[in-house]
């Protein structure tokens, strides 16, 4: 049975492993918010990225209702994700009481959807924060300790990875990558509503299905996600 730590090595290696010229923004983003439940004993988890015009986008979410939460934050303007955005620190609230005093829409939101706790880390190159990863939980309490210290480094490696080693601006690099992933998630959106209605599963099975077919067959995921809209909601060709 892999202990704790050999769970987190492993994850260090996934991430490490996406240096590499030509890897795929949302897989890569999409595998690093289930890293980040699993490792930090997180209920859920999404991923925000600065676009060229510097405005937070959407990027990865761990289950549709939390990119819907992820949503209503940055309509709201308000939010742990935007402040950790803006300020490039933790925002780490100890308590519902705390959450609810900084954000009383979004909190209201979170605990309409089951969540008593939200935490945000940067993702950041020394001074360029590039964008923000959320944690929830359904029970109360900050990330403190050697936990917060795991989440930011798991911010910190991913950041590196986006960059990718890059001398030019990292928002610069950022924004080109961002502009395909921007793409990539409208199919891969508009993909599992297609399926879900096509084959009666919900949108998280089938964004599941899409996903792991793509990596059986050593696809990207979102050709796979075109072929779906192309299919008008079939199921992918096994």
């Given amino acids: 049975m892999n202990t704790r730590e050999d769970l987190i090595a492993d994850s260090f290696v996934e991430l490490a492993d996406s240096l590499v010229t030509g890897f ?6 999409d595998r690093l918010v289930l890293r980040a439940v699993g490792l930090l004993d997180a ?23 939390v990119r819907l939460l992820e949503l ?24 519902l ?20 706790s939200a935490q945000a880390v940067p993702m950041r190159l020394r001074d360029q924060v590039i964008g923000a990863m959320n944690v929830f939980r359904v029970t109360e309490g900050a990330l403190v300790g ?10 910190d490696v991913a950041s590196v990875a986006l960059i990718a080693e890059r001398t030019i601006s990292a928002r610069a690099v950022v924004a080109d990558q961002l502009q395909e992933a921007l793409n990539s998630r409208v199919v891969i959106e508009q993909a599992k509503g297609m ?8 949108v998280d099975e089938a964004f599941v299905q899409m996903r792991d077919h793509a990596r059986r067959n050593g696809l990207p995921l979102r050709d796979v996600a075109a072929a779906v809209v192309e299919q ?4 992918p060709r096994r």
Avoid: N
């Avoid at 050697?146 to 911010?155: E, G, H, P, V």
């Fill in 24 to 29: 795929e923004v949302t897989d890569f983003l």
């Fill in 43 to 65: 209920d859920a988890a999404g991923i925000m990225l600065a676009d060229a015009q510097g405005e937070l986008q959407v990027l990865a979410a761990s289950s549709h209702d």
């Fill in 72 to 95: 209503f934050e940055l309509q709201g303007d308000s939010g742990p994700c935007l402040d950790s955005f803006r300020t490039g620190e933790s925002v780490t609230p100890p308590d």
């Fill in 97 to 116: 009481a705390a959450m609810r005093a900084s954000w009383p829409a979004f909190s209201a939101r979170a605990e309409a959807a089951g969540y008593r």
């Fill in 146 to 155: 050697s936990q917060l210290k795991l989440a930011r480094a798991l911010a």
């Fill in 195 to 202: 399926l879900a209605e096509r084959t009666g599963i919900g």
């Fill in 232 to 235: 008008r909601g079939r199921p």
